[in-house]
Nanobody, 124 residues
Framework: QVQLVESGGGLVQAGGSLRLSCVVS????????LGWFRQAAGKERESVAA????????NYTDAVKGRFTIYRDNAKQTVYLEMHNLVAEDTAVYYC?????????????????WGQGTQVTVSA
């Protein structure tokens, strides 16, 4: 059973920073591609960032390029999303996800396991 547990969300002022963490249980972490997604109230879930098994390949949605960084620590079985220069439009529930394939993919349908989400609220 693979479980993902996110943490690090909260309330932050516009222009501030947060770092989200997601601990992934299971013995095959190094084989997983990982991603971060978000869902704002009343909107569909959207892709934010993805990372391959080694961390060498990453992808970002245009809205967060230059502000967000995804990285992973395979020894700690954790994937991170570091967020800077936050804006009100970043307000959402953020989810991490794992896929049974080492490549980085942005499509939510490519992912097999999901966390429960962590709320990020950016005040204007």
């Amino acid at each position: 059973q693979v479980q993902l547990v996110e943490s690090g969300g909260g309330l932050v002022q516009a222009g501030g920073s947060l770092r989200l963490s997601c601990v992934v249980s299971g013995s095959s972490f190094i084989h997983y591609g990982l991603g971060w997604f978000r869902q704002a109230a009343g909107k569909e879930r959207e892709s934010v960032a993805a990372i391959n098994w080694s961390g060498e390949n990453t992808n970002y949605t245009d809205a967060v390029k230059g502000r967000f960084t995804i990285y992973r620590d395979n020894a700690k079985q954790t994937v991170y999303l570091e967020m800077h220069n936050l804006v009100a439009e970043d307000t959402a529930v953020y989810y991490c996800a794992a896929r049974l394939n080492p490549a980085a993919k942005m499509e939510p349908t490519k992912y097999d396991y999901w966390g429960q989400g962590t709320q990020v609220t950016v005040s204007a």
